[in-house]
């Protein structure tokens, strides 16, 4: 499968405690994205990353939240100290800097109990 | 910042019937407005985008309109199937980033 994927698929964790999700982009696509969705809603943008510079944070992304995409290739969101309110579904996007469209991956699931 | 508003919320219509959503947005420096589909449990993917220098663009059953001076655009569906069912998305974005603000969504229902 030569698509966005995304790792682990489902993620429940107990309020208080850290998690982190990755994100494999497709290869030659050196513009990726995090956004976030719940139930109801269109995908609410967190992060961009254009090659391994981090360029936009959304204002939803508070300081518990960090990302990186160290190489250029995959990246990673760390949720710290979890709240209830970050139970939602976590999408990564990429694409290539010639063209706008962005291709999505199956999204991590994340429940926080 | 920019703001997607979108509409009905629901749309349930019959087979063959066809299937209007509209969107509209604030920012006028906005100039790719993206539609996605999103089945249920999957992720959503692109079915049609359109630019700001043009006005309408077609593919197969599927077409969108841009009106700039209004800051309104819509998905057309013509002759809906039942695998039409899933919750649509329209989107708009600018700057070189090209961050999407998507609406909330349209749950189209197609009735055999």
């Known amino acids: 499968d030569t698509g966005v994927s995304q790792n682990p698929r489902h993620k429940i964790t107990k309020r208080g405690q850290n998690v982190t999700f990755r994100c494999d982009p497709i290869?030659?696509?050196?513009?990726l994205y995090w956004y976030r969705q719940t139930l109801g809603q269109g995908p609410e943008f967190l992060t961009y990353f254009q090659n391994e510079a981090q360029l936009e944070k959304s204002r939803l992304l508070s300081d518990r939240f960090s990302a990186e995409r160290p190489k250029g290739s995959f990246s990673t969101l760390e949720i710290q100290r979890t709240e209830q309110g970050d139970s939602a579904m976590y999408l990564c996007a990429s694409r290539t800097g010639a063209n706008y469209e962005q291709y999505f991956g199956p999204g991590t699931r994340l429940t926080v109990t | 910042g920019e703001n997607v508003e979108q509409h009905p919320s629901t749309l349930s219509v019959q087979e063959g019937d066809s299937a209007v959503i509209k969107c509209t947005y604030s920012?006028?420096?906005?100039?790719?407005f993206p539609w996605y589909k999103q089945e249920l449990g999957k992720r959503p993917q692109l079915i049609i985008d359109i630019r700001s220098n043009v006005g309408e663009k077609k593919d197969q059953r599927i077409a969108v309109t841009l009106n700039k001076t209004a800051k309104h655009f819509s998905l057309h569906i013509t002759e809906t199937q039942p695998e039409d069912s899933a919750v649509y998305f329209c989107?708009?974005?600018?700057?070189?980033?090209?961050?999407?603000?998507f609406g909330r969504g349209t749950s189209l229902i197609v009735h055999p």
């Open positions: 920012d006028s420096a906005s100039n790719y």
């Open positions: 290869s030659e696509h050196n513009r």
């Open positions: 989107a708009a974005s600018s700057g070189g980033s090209y961050i999407p603000t």
